[in-house]
């Protein structure tokens, strides 16, 4: 049998976050074109991103309780395949619901991705799991930076969204090949037994986390991907905001294993929030080349919140093992998905209201953009109260690196009381 390359399982791995992360930019960067072409409203256009973040969970739901049954490379083939299937549909769609449809296929694929990534990499680097999955997850903002730059260099050069969105089948044939070719790893270093890992899922120290993920989720997500819609007339340029704001991401996932292991990850997650909420604020007033500035901050903000969660949830609660990642990956996209025509409709709304007082287009679509983003601060505040809580709770702990035995609330419980 060939032997186990670690490393080039966890390339494979990379450029499938890769794929997976150049589809939410380059949609992003197309939605105006798609708008345009198809006549479709803000709100419409939000179901069409929705239903990316709607597949996602309904893959990491399956993914999980059938990891420890498939194992990751059977779920890396379907994540392939999905992917291939709604790329080429999108490429031929003909309007508002083959773009459904096929959006949702890529939504599939991207979670089938996380469900067979995190826990595969959780499992192979057990005693760094939080540093690195971090490390993993800077492929995603940095395929958004690579996604970016390509949808405004193809757009400069008026190539159009399907020469777009064809450019992210050469990458998932790479990983797709990769994957093919490699032996990857059993389980061994996490509880396999999915009816234990089901039961583990009643910890309320879980179902804390599974609220919290749909609000750090949503305050990553909700910004990102109306980008394009929110700042067109803001006075800079939105892929520019994009790549610059995931650069950073990507950069500071790549070095947090330090921070993580300084600060613990509760910390980490409750510093996160704080910053997220003070950047949106500064987003939604700001113009010219302060956004510049506030997006930074937003990047600083949101950038541990996704891997730092899934880490949590494989070092605090490991009984719930890959279904307990996959089920937190999923909440959080579930949460965008019935979120993204939300966001839609508050632009289609506080637009109408901006042109109905007298304001020009452009002037009108400003202020939309500023009112929606005065909003969106909301997703961060919240959460931001709730890891305080979670801070206080733990705040007998915080000068340990972690709770490597809390396997769920009761345990913690019991350790707090001890000390």
């Known amino acids: ?31 105006d074109q798609l708008g345009l072409q198809f006549d479709l409203s803000d709100t419409q256009l939000g179901y069409i991103n929705g239903m990316a973040f709607l597949g996602f969970p309904i893959a990491t739901i399956v993914g999980g309780l059938l990891y420890n049954l498939l194992g990751p490379k059977k779920l890396m083939m379907i994540a392939f395949f999905s992917h291939i299937i709604g790329l080429v549909m999108t490429i031929y769609a003909g309007g508002f619901w083959t773009l459904l449809i096929s959006t949702f ?4 694929a991207n979670g089938s991705v996380e469900a067979a990534c995190n826990p595969m990499i959780a499992d192979m680097y057990t005693r760094n799991r939080t540093a690195m999955l971090n490390r993993f997850h800077v492929w995603f903002p940095g395929g958004i930076v690579i996604g970016a730059l390509i949808s405004k260099f193809m757009t400069d050069f008026g190539m159009g969204w399907q020469a777009q969105i064809a450019i992210m089948l050469i990458p998932t044939l790479i990983y797709g090949f990769m994957f093919f070719k490699e032996p990857l790893p059993e ?17 309320p120290l879980f179902l804390f ?3 919290c993920m749909t609000l750090t989720a949503i305050s990553e997500f909700g910004p990102q991907q109306w980008v394009e819609r929110i700042l ?15 650069g950073i991401m990507a950069l500071g996932r790549y070095f947090g294993g330090f921070l993580v292991h300084r600060l613990n990850p509760i910390g980490v997650l409750l510093m996160s929030a704080i910053v997220t909420t003070a950047a949106v604020y500064s987003m939604s007033i700001a113009e010219g080349g302060m956004i510049y500035a506030a997006a930074i901050l937003f990047a600083l903000g949101v950038c541990y919140f996704w891997p730092t969660m899934i880490g949590f949830t494989s070092e605090y609660m490991p009984k719930t093992g890959a279904l307990g990642m996959s089920l937190v990956g999923g909440a959080g996209m579930l949460s965008t998905a019935i979120w993204q025509p939300v966001i839609g409709s508050w632009l289609d709304s506080a637009r109408q209201t901006a042109l109905d ?40 702990k915080l000068e340990e690196r972690r709770v490597p035995q809390a396997h769920d609330m009761a345990d913690v419980l019991e350790q707090t009381k001890g000390s």
């Open 1 to 31: 049998m060939k032997p186990i390359n670690r490393n080039r399982v966890f390339l494979a791995a990379c450029i499938s976050l890769v794929v997976t992360s150049m589809t939410f930019a380059i949609r992003a960067g197309i939605l």
């Open 105 to 108: 296929f890529i939504g599939f």
């Open 187 to 203: 389980s061994e270093h996490m509880e396999t037994d999915t009816r234990l890992n089901i039961k583990a899922l009643a910890s």
């Open 209 to 211: 986390i599974i609220v």
């Open 232 to 246: 067109g007339n803001s006075g800079a340029n939105p892929m520019l905001v994009l790549a610059m704001v995931t």
């Open 357 to 396: 007082s007298g304001m020009a287009q452009e002037v009108a679509e400003l202020a939309a953009g500023k009112a929606t983003l005065g909003k969106m601060m909301f997703f961060p505040l919240t959460v931001a109260v709730l890891f305080g809580i979670l801070f206080l709770f733990f705040r007998k």
